[in-house]
């Protein structure tokens, strides 16, 4: 297994969000998560990529448990978070943003394009590395935010939602970027309540009830 979670448990006060759960993941697949609102999707995602930590329970990365108690942590595993409200900052560039926090040196703004162009054409992203934040459509910041976490080395890709806030046109785009990730080995995790792109995209299916 490359990812594989067993017996997660969360607590917020004394409610039990998540009890339990168990799931695995191969790399080059994709798996949905799909439940009802309230049943946890978000919260067990946010436990993988570090912004929560479990109560109880153990994360396995390629049969290794795992600490994962910051999203620093998560990054360290290879694993990349790409929420439902993206966190960019409107006046910098595309690229301003991906290597936004990154310790490189030297900091060559032409070098880091040239590398965002490059990870966009091997997966078939349409962005211009250049452009604003602020002039790009809903599509292009979501694209901006998967670059993000792809130019930071992630192998396991988790998305919140990813087409609450796209066009069917621009979804048809993203799931065949998802396909291309797929085909190279990438690892994904996809938060949906749509039961067709369930059916389109997935290799397998967990339900939280």
Do not use: C, W
Request: glycine letters at 6%.
């Amino acid at each position: 297994m490359f990812l594989e979670v067993k017996n997660i448990t969360k607590k917020f006060g004394e409610t039990d969000v998540l009890k339990g759960i168990n799931f695995s993941l191969e790399k080059g697949q994709v798996l949905s998560i799909i439940g009802s609102s309230g049943s946890g999707k978000t919260t067990l995602m946010n436990m993988i990529s570090g912004i929560y930590f479990p109560d109880e329970g153990q994360i396995f990365i390629d049969g290794e448990e795992a600490s994962i108690a910051s999203p620093k942590d998560a990054f360290d595993y290879k694993i990349g978070m790409i929420h439902q409200h993206f966190k960019l900052v409107d006046v910098f560039t595309a690229t301003e943003n991906i290597v936004l926090g990154l310790n490189e040196k030297p900091y060559d703004l032409k070098k880091f394009s040239q590398r965002v162009q490059e990870i966009s054409n091997q997966y078939g992203f349409e962005i211009d590395p250049e452009k604003k934040i602020y002039d790009m459509s809903v599509s292009e910041k979501q694209t901006a935010e998967i670059i993000k976490v792809l130019y930071r080395g992630a192998d396991i890709l988790i998305l919140d939602e990813p087409t609450a806030v796209l066009t069917p046109q621009e979804t048809d785009k993203l799931f065949a970027v998802l396909r291309n990730m797929r085909a190279d080995g990438k690892a994904i995790v996809i938060i949906t309540h749509k039961l067709h792109e369930v059916l389109s995209l997935s290799d397998r299916v967990a339900v939280l009830r």
